[in-house]
């Protein structure tokens, strides 16, 4: 169907479990677990889920959790539950004064769901599986759509992560590979992945996301960001931060990607690449402010794949559940090499159909006219760049 077969010369892997679409954060939180269905049934329609091959994820141990984690943590996370939290962590209670406990990140951004620990550890389950499918040559590229929550740290939950399944997949990558780079064109600074490996040159982390101190989550990731610079520090330089303003488009976005990640393979070498897919960079998402088509989006994971070196791709924000799962249905069609070949109009029937109403049952929805300005003239882009390619050659010492 649709033209669509298996790559020729290699294998993609897709790790994923329905069970971690169930889960809700609650009704007015933008995460939304059920767009990982969407972007199944997409996927499935076309008939893409007979190139790969497909992979139930298991649930991510206690022990695997703790090789990033701190145990406390994940004790807190396996046991807290909506009914428990107010009663055996009384200083989570709304409202609660003079306690000094752990807090571990929980609130709004981060609430406390039915069947939290389980999500999580699911997710982190299959980020880990496609790095060891990986390293065991047996993928060449494994996808895991439900992964990529950049924010977590080793003991606090941060932007509606918990797991830093991303920290923990390249930890698994780091036993084979001398040298893996992390690339992050979610909307957001990857700031948990950068801030695990501060210290280690072994991991060459880049986020390109709106940057904004004062009033764009987390506030971090400037330009001079690099890495602690005292001189005996292995991790010095190897944290690359492209900061943006509102607006970017496909044009611009595709010029700086390719500009910036090209001379970064050419000049790190790395051995693995973890792409996180943060489809909150596409026009129209509600928390986003870029301009960024499917296409332009999909041409980062065109222009990584381009360099043949063992990949892990992961998903992350994405807030418009529909164009979040055209995003990413697009950019499996990539990875198996059938997107010159995908029949534009969405092959799907009710009840999904309907999802899709809004712009048509097309893969490629024009952007409408209610877009931000392009806030990112070219001299500003160039100047990136510039300071970007500086950057890189400090880091042979
Ligand atoms: O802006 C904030 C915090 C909460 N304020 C006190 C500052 N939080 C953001 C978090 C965004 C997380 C993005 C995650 C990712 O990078 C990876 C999965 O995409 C936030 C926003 C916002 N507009 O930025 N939280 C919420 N909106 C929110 C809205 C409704 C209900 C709960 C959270
Ligand atoms: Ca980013
Ligand atoms: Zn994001």
Redesign the pocket.
């Known amino acids: 169907r649709n033209g669509i077969s298996r790559p020729k010369g290699y294998t993609v892997s897709w790790h994923a479990n329905p069970e971690v679409e169930k889960h809700h954060f609650g009704m007015a939180h933008p995460m939304k677990p059920w767009r990982l269905t969407l972007t199944k049934e997409i996927v499935m329609a076309y008939g893409m889920h007979t190139a790969m091959d497909t992979h139930l994820s298991r649930a991510a141990t206690v022990e695997e959790l703790v090789e990033f984690h701190k145990e406390d943590y994940i004790d807190f996370l396996s046991s807290v539950t909506p009914q428990n939290l107010g009663t055996n962590y009384p200083w989570l209670k709304p409202g609660a004064v003079g306690y000094s406990g752990p807090f571990f990140g929980v609130g709004e951004d981060c609430p406390i769901f039915d069947g939290l620990f389980e999500y999580c550890s699911l997710y982190a389950g299959a980020s880990i599986d496609a790095a060891r499918k990986l390293t065991s040559h047996q993928s060449d590229i494994a996808i895991n759509w439900s992964g990529g929550l950049h924010h977590a740290k080793k003991a606090e939950a941060s932007g509606f992560c918990y797991i830093n399944d991303i920290v923990l997949a390249i930890l698994q990558l780091l036993r084979h590979h001398p040298r893996v780079l992390y690339i ?7 700031d948990g992945v950068e801030q695990a490996f501060w210290s280690t040159d072994r991991v060459l982390t880049l ?3 709106k940057y904004d101190k004062e009033t764009f989550f987390p506030g971090t990731g400037p330009l001079d960001d690099t890495g602690p610079t005292h001189p005996d520090n292995p991790g010095a330089h190897h944290s690359l931060n492209v900061p943006l303003n509102d607006g970017i488009d496909d044009v611009s976005y595709q010029w700086l990607f390719e500009s910036v990640v090209g001379p970064c393979i050419d000049t790190y070498r790395p051995t693995a690449i973890v792409l996180q897919c ?1 489809a909150d960079s596409l026009g129209h998402d509600r928390l986003g402010c870029f301009n960024l088509n499917i296409q332009g989006h999909g041409s980062c994971v065109s222009y990584v794949k381009s360099f043949k070196i063992p990949l892990l791709v992961v998903g992350g924000g994405g807030y418009t559940p529909r164009n979040v799962a055209r995003a990413w249905a697009h950019e499996t069609s990539i990875c198996i090499g059938a997107d010159k070949g995908l029949d534009p109009t969405l092959p799907l029937h009710t009840p999904f159909r309907h999802h899709f109403a809004e712009e048509g049952p097309t893969l490629f929805p024009p952007l409408h006219a209610t877009r931000f300005e392009n806030k990112n003239p070219r001299a500003y882009l160039e100047s990136v760049v510039t300071a970007i390619r500086e950057q890189l050659r400090y880091m042979h010492g």
């Open positions: 992050d064109i979610d909307v957001h600074h990857g986020s390109f996301h943060g």
